[in-house]
Nanobody
């Protein structure tokens, strides 16, 4: 089993920055693509960013390119999401996830992910 625990969420003013982390335990995630998704109140969960298992490929939601950056520390089983120039519409619960199959490139589809964290709240005030 894999446990994913997000941390680093909080309250930030519009225009500010925040970094959230996702620590994996139980089994290594080093050979799996990892992704970030978010869900705002009353909305469906949406893709944010993903990184391939070997860190060679990244994938971002078109609307977030240039503001959000995904990274990972494979030996430490940790994935990060750096969020800059935050906007009130970025307010959501942010979830990290591990793909179902190894050696992936980082899918945008939630159905391709098998393990999910409990989420961390990010609130951006105007």
């Amino acid at each position: 089993q894999v446990q994913l625990v997000e941390s680093g969420g909080g309250l930030v003013q519009a225009g500010g920055s925040l970094s959230v982390s996702c620590a994996a335990s139980g089994r290594t995630v080093a050979n799996y693509a990892m992704g970030w998704f978010r869900q705002a109140p009353g909305k469906d969960r949406e893709f944010v960013a993903a990184m391939s298992w070997n860190e060679r490929n990244t994938n971002y939601a078109d609307s977030l390119k240039g503001r959000f950056t995904i990274s990972r520390d494979r030996p430490m089983n940790t994935v990060y999401l750096q969020m800059n120039s935050l906007k009130p519409e970025d307010t959501a619960i942010y979830y990290c996830a591990r793909e179902l199959s190894p050696y992936g490139v980082g899918s945008r589809r939630a159905d391709d992910y098998a393990y999910w964290g409990q989420g961390t709240q990010v609130t951006v005030s105007s």
